[in-house]
């Protein structure tokens, strides 16, 4: 036939399938692929135009974890010729032939001097013992991060708060890459070849997990998860999984598991076998894999018919958690103590800075401020005291993030439209970090998208104590800014010399609407 046909062989000798095919096109049993172990099969099959094992041969050893892979060369009359063969490597090995080892070329005659048998249970064992160390030292998932560059200015950047997430969700980051790619690939975005490199790369560090920095489809995730053995999820589950870790209290909870929910529903459906994946992480918040982590009672395990049950319970409960919250709001804005919102970017000093004001040196006044991304999803108020302008009161509330998951600002609009009530909003930026103004531009745009536009607005350049000058003097330059160290507790005096003079003007408009209001009244008369 002059075309290439192979035999999948089992261990017993035994032939379980013959294909017209080349390797990648031939039909393997169900592989009964375990963590630890090969596939039980060898693929067998003829190289009709001569030649060594091509790039398709060796990739499908590998992806298919086979137990060994030969190509028989076939002479003009038909006859055998040179025999290619192949097998993979433990993991962990370094050099030139990482992911397998190809066999000088022998003489059909030759073959049968190689022990197959010896070799597989050589290389079962490697990988096992690499996986008892492994499970012996390892506490933390092991992720590879992918960021797809598409040309924009901040990719770097991206990756660079990729891997913050990721730590933050409590993974180790063993490998990060970006990747180039003007256009997508509308299956596994970034291209087979790409994935292939990412699986042996996993395959040498012993990751499980890829996080990608670009939104998946549900199509999207399970190919590349189909194509790479790997667990694959994307910048919003980080997102949201750090979010339910970090929920505390009745009403975060809910949004939490609200967001998730409505981001998982559309993937939920129709992804099959994926389900009891996605369902197996449970446990409590705090354990758990990462992308499996959930509030809520039913930690996503459930079936798609109770979906909607539970997110019409949730938006019920919501609801009426935020219809109380909308009480206390009015309760409060009826009394006439100022009200200064912290808001800026997730990570920049917010809650620090709550404390610096308030002197919560010690505790319970204390507000949490950690290194890590959206350690505050509860917005907290404190009391504290300008001079000339008196009590005021401090709300701390979740940071923001570029990007930032529309089902989380969804979930999450009660908390965030508390933003609104705020006299004066106190824009928190790390001006240590580089792309101070890219992170402080974003936070912008969501409390535009918010509907908070032209609130009076205090600057606060926090981390001035690490930043570089030049960079602080060109963000004071640009922002009018107060450079501040809340860790520190430098520049505090200034900066609540710029909110009372903020706080003052706010008071004089609003006495100046009063007046014209009263008068307009007077004139009415
Ligand atoms: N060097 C330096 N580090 C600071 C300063 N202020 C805060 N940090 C550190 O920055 C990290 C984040 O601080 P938080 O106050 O938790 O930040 P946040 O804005 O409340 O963050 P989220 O609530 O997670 O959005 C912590 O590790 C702080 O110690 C500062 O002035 N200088
Ligand atoms: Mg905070």
Redesign the pocket.
Known sequence: MRREVGVVIDRRGRVISVSVADAKGTEFPDLRMGENRLAGFHLLHTHPKGGALSKGDLSTLFLKRLDAMAAIEVQHDGRPGLVHAAHLTPPGTVGEEEDWRILPPAQPFEIDEFDLGAQVSALEEEIARAARTREAKKDHERAILVQVDQGEFDAEERLEELGELARTAGAEVVYRELIYRRNLKPGTLIGAGKLEELTSKAYHLDADLLIFGQELGAVQAREIEAATGLKVIDRTQLILDIFALHAQGVESRLQVELAQLRYMKPRLLGAGAQLSRIGGGGGSAGGGAIGTRGPGETKLELDRRRINDRLAFLEKQLSGVSARREELRKGRSRNDIPVISIV????????????AFTHAAEEPRRV??????????RPTSRQGFIDGIGQVIFT?T??FIRDLPKDLTRAFRSTLEEIGDADILLH?V?A?SPGADARLDAVNRILEELGFVDMPTVVAL?????ADPDILTREVERTGGIP?????N?GILELKEALADAVAQVQRQELARQEEARAARVGWR
């Open positions: 800026g970017y997730t990570n920049a000093g917010k809650s620090t800075l709550l404390n949490l401020a950690e290194n890590k991304l959206f350690a505050t999803l701390d979740v940071g928190v790390d240590a926090n981390k001035a104590d690490a501040v160290s809340a860790l520190k430098r």
